[in-house]
């Protein structure tokens, strides 16, 4: 089993950056696929990006394409995702999943989930 947790959060300008990261427990981490979620307040949860176990291939919402980097460290059994030039429409509550179906991941669908962490981007 896998387990999750999402770190890095906080309260910056537009046009600032932001890493967070997610720490993930389990034998099992470097054979996930691994994706970052958010969600904004009465909105539904959106894709934002997806990188495969190995970490050659990764996926982008169109949304954050060129802006934001998806990467993981399977030796420390975390995922990153460093947000730049970031925009006040970018304020939402950020979780990972994992998985091991790519699929699944980008489809929102994975039973894996951390307990997201605030991201709010004052304009």
């Known amino acids: 089993q896998v387990q999750l947790v999402e770190s890095g959060g906080g309260l910056v300008q537009a046009g600032g950056s932001l890493r967070l990261s997610c720490a993930a427990s389990?034998?099992?981490?470097?054979?996930?696929?691994m994706g970052w979620f958010r969600q904004a307040p009465g909105k539904e949860r959106e894709f934002v990006a997806a990188?495969?176990?190995?970490?050659?291939?990764?996926l982008y919402a169109d949304s954050v394409k060129g802006r934001f980097t998806i990467s993981r460290d399977n030796a420390k059994s975390t995922v990153y995702l460093q947000m730049n030039s970031l925009k006040p429409e970018d304020t939402a509550v950020y979780y990972c999943?994992?998985?091991?179906?790519?699929?699944?991941?980008?489809?929102?669908?994975?039973?894996?989930w951390g307990q997201g962490t605030q991201v709010t981007i004052s304009s």
């Open positions: 389990g034998r099992t981490f470097s054979s996930y696929v």
């Open positions: 990188i495969r176990w190995t970490g050659g291939s990764t």
């Open positions: 999943a994992g998985d091991t179906s790519f699929q699944r991941i980008v489809a929102g669908i994975s039973d894996k």
